[in-house]
């Protein structure tokens, strides 16, 4: 089915069982470690989960200014769908209509489709530019993590972008070496590869300038499987092709997992996930810098993701 002018749609599949991912979205103690863009935070006041149901709470933004929420369900069919208003306090009415569906698959994969539905296409439009610069979407970002984090025990960072282009062209914008180093690294950054060889075994070496510091690093791929998963590992080097710390950063990790899928959504367009964890030898320190550091990788990557989308539209 088509997306309506006045609504907008976020499809997410978790890693999850449907009950941990549906325990996550209603149990307040749960909400609390991952609900909001990254930065944010909230406090419940109260909550009654059920149809006719309510949730009050503050969301806290990282400036310090609070938000009063105050929710009303006016469905609530338990493991299967929520549908609220949202965003009304004692201030405004709601500022949109939620309803979520959760789906599980058979390989204990949970599907979350929400879709918001404004008065008008106009608002909806204005609350999709609003969505966008206060990184709103990290919300869904930071329950997969929270997710990873509860079902592995791993720190993992996660980032969502939709294209409105067609898989395979998405698919050759990360693994075609003249498309990849036209967009990737960050705002200010420009890739030059040494060598690349990007398949199911291959490796690269590359140089990135950035200001007045140069970063290098190796890749080594491990799966490239068309047309819907990425996965290697990335690690800073020298310029030689040793080892290496990131010169801005070294307290950073060294060497970091990387795993991209590539979704079909709507008619020809195409998400990209992607997923972070740090992998080989690390210290707490690492770690630590890692699990801190998830707002602005969150801003680096949506840099990175920025730039795609403008060489995607030319």
Known sequence: MSEKKNELKITRIYDAPLKAVWDAWTDPDQVAKWWGPRGFSITTHSKDLKTGGHWHYTMHGPDGTDYPNRTVYLEVDEYKRLVYDHGANDDQPALFRVTVIFTESKDNKTHMDMTMTFRTPEVAAHSKKAIKDADGSSTWDRL??????????????????????????LFDAWTDPDQLVAWSGPVGAQMEYINVDIRAGGKAFYRMPFGDTVIYGNVEYLEVRRPDRLVYIQQFANEDRSPGRHPLAPAWPQSMLTTVTFTKEGEGGTRVTLQWEVTGKWTEEEMDTFIKGRKSMSQGWGGSFDKLEEFLEN
């Not at 993590?145 to 282009?165: A, C, H, M, P, Q």
């Open 144 to 169: 997969a993590e929270y997710l990873g984090k509860e079902s592995t025990d791993k720190e993992l960072f996660v980032i969502n972008r939709s294209f409105n282009v067609d898989i395979d062209t």
